[in-house]
């Protein structure tokens, strides 16, 4: 066992936490999209069923912002090359040169993407989403979930760079055993925390909810708490509690209690997993959009993955698009667009309660393109 040499790689890795960690203090305040005479929104169909399901979000969005368009004020840009056969041969989680393209947008709108898992097949290639949320610092997630009939109502707020996640590809391996890191800094829990309650005050919330294992995982997770209860002390109106991520998932199916949860603050992995927890009790995680929100740019996509299956079997133009379509409409909300936002969600609602089209998947349901023109059409009764 060469202690040395972990040794050494430990020290690299914590030099570049602390290089992050000032990169972060130094950022500027949040963009305001208002001020800007054009905002480019990027296109990025990633792999597997995500350039069919996002195509069909993009024909709404073309018709939801014909002006905008037309006079120059919103761009779509489609970015491509995001697939796995691209990142497996150049061997990174992001091409360079989709990378760049990625940066020379304001807002991204992104399809699912493969991430290849290493104990399957050996290639140990980072999540597309990872490193996307990481190269441009999207550090809050924010996935609302709603049951109007049940009185559920939450807005969860993940923190989206840190935690396992933040050094996730670059644990140690021994002989015997194996080492990764969970990092959690100050700044990076202030501003999620920040976000999270500024979202309550905002939206007449009366209370927030932080999520940590922080009895077990006393460094990172006790920094999480204890930092995230000093924000909430900033805002008077608002009640915060603790949980611990065990009781907390056990909550969310407790009929008598859950419905009193409002705006949900956890960390990164256990943000991942209650999520998705949350995300099927509305209707499974096809039913939800994930906005990933940086100071500087901000990345809008559906939760489930890229269904690598589907294609295979011949039947990717019957993937379902509307995630990708929910996770299009927070994005015009983010740019200022609300409004249209809200029509948009409605002619979905519409489209989901009234059933013409129906998608199952498979030839026996209606396509993505159907079921885009069928929100379409709705749409264009609403505005
Ligand atoms: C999500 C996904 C990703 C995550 C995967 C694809 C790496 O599950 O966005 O929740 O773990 O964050
Ligand atoms: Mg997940």
Redesign the pocket.
Known sequence: MDFQKAAEQFVELMKEQAARCERMKAQKDFVDYKSKDKIVIGICGGDGIGPFITAEARRVIEVLMKDEIVQGKIELHDIEGLTIENRIAVGKAIPDDVLAELKACDVILKG??T?PDASAGGVNIE?A??AM?RELDLFA?MRPVKIPEQGIDWTFFRE?TEGG?AIGSKGINFDGFAVDFAVTSDEGTDRIARLGYEFAKNNGKTRVSIVTKANVIKATDGKFLSRAMEIGKEYPGITTDSWYADIMTAKLVDEKRRRDFQVIVLP?LYG?II??EAAELQGGVGTAG?ANIGKRYAMF?A?H?SAPRMVEDGRAQYADPSSIMRAAAMLLRHIGYGERAAKFDEALDICLEEKKYVLTGRSDGATGAQFAEYVIGKLEQLL
Do not use: A, L, M, Q
């Open positions: 699912p993407t991430t999540s989403n990872v949320r997630n989206n996640y990164n991942d999520t998705d994930s996509e939760i993955g």
